[in-house]
């Protein structure tokens, strides 16, 4: 968790030295499995301002999707994509 945590507080010195003004931050397998998985995003917040939401598998894979679309290639009728989290993985 402090790992985490550290990387998390990187990520938003960045999004503040950046000027970005809208952040969808999300927490997936690992904070929904968690018992204390809310008490995380708390803590992230507290300490890096960030805002997480936990999503569910299916949203999550979505995003996935979404954000490898343009990696897959249009010559091909079909394509597969796996996400191996360290909580989860997803296949589409």
Do not use: W
């Not at 970005?20 to 995380?40: E, L, M, S």
């Not at 890096?48 to 569910?56: A, F, P, Q, S, V």
């Not at 999550?60 to 796996?82: D, I």
């Amino acid at each position: 968790m402090d790992r985490t945590v550290d990387a998390l507080k990187i990520c938003a010195e960045k999004i503040r030295n950046h000027g970005v003004r809208r952040v969808k931050g999300v927490a997936t397998a690992a904070c929904r499995r968690a018992k204390n998985g809310n008490d995380f995003i708390d803590i992230i917040k507290e300490k890096t301002g960030l805002r997480l939401e936990t999503i569910d598998p299916r949203l999550e894979a979505q995003f996935t999707l979404a954000g490898c679309a343009p990696l897959l290639r249009s010559a091909y009728s079909h394509g597969l994509l796996f996400d191996i989290g360290g909580g989860s993985t997803e296949i589409m």
